[in-house]
């Protein structure tokens, strides 16, 4: 068993540790504010699109939000993309949580479909351009500066996109169930 002493220490730790992150990207973000005032009509009118997949600097999280440099879907429509300096997104990450089944109190298997209702899958087998398997991260929808997007890996087509938006729309509560 671990004296208390031992876990403040690990406490104190793992505190400077986020703390030296945040104050990391805290820096980061007065070079990309930089970057947004020395190019604000630049970024504004970047084409942006809707389904569009993009490399994203979230940052440093807090808690268990989705941070760093990852891939990320936009989801809002290309009228608002076209005009603004901001976008909405929802990230990805390589974690895929798949529904098990269980049989008496024991997992006997793992289907290739999320456990949770807000997350979506794409194969990297149907979308070459990322490079991991990876689940939409429905409940985590955020507005984003077009400045943190970075390299466009490619676009997911129409059918995915409505099937993301379904469980963004459950998410906010649009919606009672994913079925349409």
């Known amino acids: 068993m ?6 403040r ?10 703390k030296a992150k945040l104050n990391e990207w805290h820096a980061k973000k007065i070079t990309l504010a930089s970057k947004w005032i020395e190019n604000e009509t630049t970024q504004k009118s970047r084409r942006i699109i809707r389904g ?4 994203c600097e979230l940052g440093e999280n807090i808690g268990t939000e989705q941070g760093e440099c990852r891939p990320v879907i936009v ?6 993309n076209l005009s603004s300096g901001n976008v909405s997104i929802v ?15 024991e997992i006997v298997t793992y289907l290739n479909e999320p456990r949770y209702h807000s997350h979506y899958f794409l ?4 979308y070459p351009f990322l490079d991991y398997d990876s689940a939409v991260l429905g409940e985590e929808t955020k507005t984003v500066s077009k400045i943190r997007l970075k390299e466009h890996k490619g676009n997911i087509d129409v059918k995915d996109m409505e099937k993301i938006m379904i469980r963004i729309e459950w998410v906010f509560g649009l919606r009672k169930s994913l079925k349409k």
């Open 75 to 80: 989801v809002s429509n290309d009228q608002i």
């Open 91 to 105: 990230p990805l990450t390589k974690n895929l949580k798949k529904k098990a089944i269980f049989k008496n109190g």
């Open 2 to 7: 671990e004296s208390e002493a031992v876990k």
């Open 123 to 126: 194969f990297k087998n149907k």
């Open 9 to 18: 220490e690990r406490l104190r730790l793992k505190k400077e540790s986020k």
């Open 52 to 55: 569009g997949v993009y490399m």
